[in-house]
């Protein structure tokens, strides 16, 4: 009976012992509860950052909805700097010759028939002698038909005499007119030729005023007819031919202001207008040239060849528009804050979102928000710049 009696003390022991332990790593169901919505919590409010009533007071943070605004719709486009054709010119000469001497440099502004070079050739002292020839004969000329006329006038003449000395006489003075046009071609004054100032050089000048680009030429080089000695460029009316492609040619008019950017000035903006637009495609771009002045081209200093980036004004366009002060920049993103919650003390969460900025103007600034917002989303309008900088001290802390 002592036997049977011990067996079953250690049986019950054994099931207490079992029990213990079981009890011991199961957790309650109270603690399970409370682990998990701690967890719920956290990750609903990550990204989120607090401010209170008095925070938002002492920084000036103000709130509101974004708005939309009647905002000047733009086309951008891109394209280079030139001169019209008349506005740039190349030097050269109607008879070949001897380079004797050059007056300029290239870079030098000269003027309208200013002296560019001298160039000789004997075949100029052999122009200057068949004037002088012909134009004697033609003085011969002129007298003989003097007399034939008083000779007809007479009834002693014949009028094929007549008719003969007035042929030679229209020949010979049509013959002195084309070799007078050829001298004051040349630079060769007809006038001092008759009175015996024969030249053997004569002066190449500017055909417009402008700015000297290459030469070609050395002393002593010869040149030949039509061949450019140099080159001279007027920048005072430089003008940007821009390239708006197929999309947005419809938009492009006449009249319209343009803002140009010059990247390799400080991305400094110049206004001009549009004057011309093309009407053929370029190559198989599918893009149109379209013209544009510049205003006050005497301001800047621009080369044609200048690459620039144009924003075309073609209007006006409603479009979801904030604040500058509502859009903060970071790692080369903009970003605006949402309003999320209201907690029962006042305290405001907001998160941070990106946006695409577009058109800027009378402090506002055209958004497209990369994740769609509630129609009664309210955002930080002023005083952005000041989440931006908790946030980063936040994860600073936390790092």
Known sequence: MSYNLIRMSLCLLSFLTVGLYSCKDKPSGGTVVAEKKDS????????LIDLTQQQMKAVGI????????NLHAVVKSSGQLAVPPQNKADVNVLMGGI????????????????????????EFIRLQQEYLTVKSQFAYTGQELSRQNELSSAGAGTGKSLQQVQANYNAEKARIMALEQQLLQLGIDPVRVSGGSVVSRVRVTAPIAGTIGHITINTGTYVQAGKPLMEIIDNSKIHCDLVVYEKDLFKVKVGQKVNFILTNQNNQQIQGEIYGVNKSFEDESKGIIVHAIIRGTNTYRLIPGMYVT?????????TQAVPVDALVRSEGKDYIFVMKEEKADKTIAFKKMEVVTGVSELGYVQISPLEELPSDARIITKGAFYLLSKEKAKGEEEE
Request: charged residues 30%; proline residues 4%.
């Open 99 to 122: 380079i004797r001497t050059i007056n300029v440099l290239e870079g030098q502004p000269v003027k309208k028939g200013q002296e560019l070079a001298v160039l000789e050739n004997t």
């Open 310 to 318: 144009a924003l075309i004004d073609v209007g006006n366009q409603l």
């Open 40 to 47: 719920t919590v956290e990750g609903r409010r990550e990204g």
């Open 62 to 69: 103000e709130i509101g909805p974004i708005g939309e605004k």
